[in-house]
């Protein structure tokens, strides 16, 4: 059974940085794309960025280039979310996400449908 827990959300003001972790268990971490995805109230879950199984590539939102990193450790099965320059339109429960499937070409057209394993969310809030 796939566990994650994400970790690392936290009150903070405009303009400063967070770190966001994510442990995953019960899946061989290194054979799958990672993702993280947010919720704002009263709004969907958005897709924020994905990194390949192997590291290698990420794909990001237009909302996230240039302000957000995705990485990951397969040895320490972590993914991870840097984020810079927050906005208060950043404020959301973020969670991370576990491909279905073992080495899938991301696609982020169909990024939610494809991760189909979820952490319970940490929640992130900026302040003006």
């Known amino acids: 059974q796939v566990q994650l827990v994400e970790s690392g959300g936290g009150l903070v003001q405009a303009g400063t940085s967070l770190r966001l972790s994510c442990a995953a268990s019960?899946?061989?971490?290194?054979?799958?794309?990672m993702a993280w995805f947010r919720q704002a109230p009263g709004k969907e879950r958005a897709f924020v960025a994905a990194?390949?199984?192997?590291?290698?590539?990420?794909y990001y939102a237009d909302s996230a280039k240039g302000r957000f990193t995705i990485s990951r450790d397969n040895a320490k099965n972590m993914v991870y979310l840097q984020m810079n320059s927050l906005k208060p339109e950043d404020t959301a429960v973020y969670y991370c996400?576990?491909?279905?499937?073992?080495?899938?070409?991301?696609?982020?057209?169909?990024?939610?449908?494809?991760?189909?394993?979820w952490g319970q969310g940490t929640q992130v809030t900026v302040s003006s």
């Open positions: 996400g576990a491909d279905s499937r073992a080495y899938r070409t991301i696609d982020v057209t169909r990024a939610e449908a494809a991760f189909g394993s």
């Open positions: 019960g899946l061989a971490f290194s054979m799958y794309n």
């Open positions: 990194i390949n199984w192997s590291g290698g590539t990420a």
